[in-house]
């Protein structure tokens, strides 16, 4: 069975920085292209970030381009976000998802954790 | 920019047809996808493709697609179907990005 579990987050003044991490089971975490996606409280979903299952190739959405950082570690099966530069509203549930087998989708989920930037 | 519309609500009552749509200037090129959410709880893939149902999801669930609109219907809706429903896609900027619509609150009663 698919499992993510994401940890990390919390509070963080504007300006600071946390990095957010994601451990994957059930799986073969190293074949698999991965996404982060955010759920800014009461509103709807904004895809984040995706990258490579061999963590060569990247995108992020414009809104985090330059602040936010995918990685992975498949020796760990750990998929990671650094958040800097953090804003208000980057407060955010940020769910981890594991990329679907047939195309660029997000198939299975994590709970996801909570960030809230304020001072 | 790319974005994906969806209308904000849709209501049905029990044992109805529910039918929530979704548009983008990507769509005639790129699959939609449908994800599930209720209160509280993380996605659920119902949808992938434009049309193919993951293992699981009931039958009443399905998805259609065509020129600039997906379609996700649920035929004879059930007071378990109310949620949030978001459609998904990819944009074409090569820059491997997802885009997702702005989510329509299913209300079944």
């Known amino acids: 069975e698919v499992h993510l579990v994401e940890s990390g987050g919390g509070l963080v003044q504007p300006g600071g920085s946390l990095r957010l991490s994601c451990a994957a089971s059930g799986f073969t975490f190293s074949s698999y292209w991965m996404h982060w996606v955010r759920q800014a409280p009461g509103k709807g979903l904004v895809w984040v970030s995706r990258?490579?299952?061999?963590?060569?190739?990247?995108g992020y959405a414009d809104s985090v381009k330059g602040r936010f950082t995918i990685s992975r570690d498949d020796a760990k099966n750990t998929l990671y976000l650094q958040l800097n530069s953090l804003r208000v509203e980057d407060t955010a549930v940020y769910h981890c998802?594991?990329?679907?087998?047939?195309?660029?989708?997000?198939?299975?989920w994590g709970q996801g954790t909570l960030v809230t930037v304020s001072s | 920019s790319s974005e994906l519309t969806q209308p904000p609500s849709v209501s049905v009552s029990p044992g109805q047809t529910a039918r929530i749509t979704c548009s983008g200037d990507?769509?005639?090129?790129?699959?939609a996808y449908w994800y599930q959410q209720k209160s509280g709880q993380a996605p659920v893939l119902v949808i992938y493709e434009d049309t193919k149902r993951p293992s699981g999801i009931p039958e009443r669930f399905s998805g259609s697609s065509s020129g600039t609109m997906a379609t996700l219907t649920i035929s004879g809706a059930q007071v378990e179907d109310e949620a949030d429903y978001y459609c998904y896609s990819t944009d074409n900027s090569g820059h491997h990005r997802g885009l997702f619509g702005g989510g329509t609150k299913l209300t079944v009663l």
């Open positions: 990258i490579s299952s061999d963590g060569s190739i990247t």
């Open positions: 990507e769509l005639p090129k790129k699959y």
């Open positions: 998802a594991r990329e679907g087998a047939t195309g660029s989708y997000p198939d299975y």
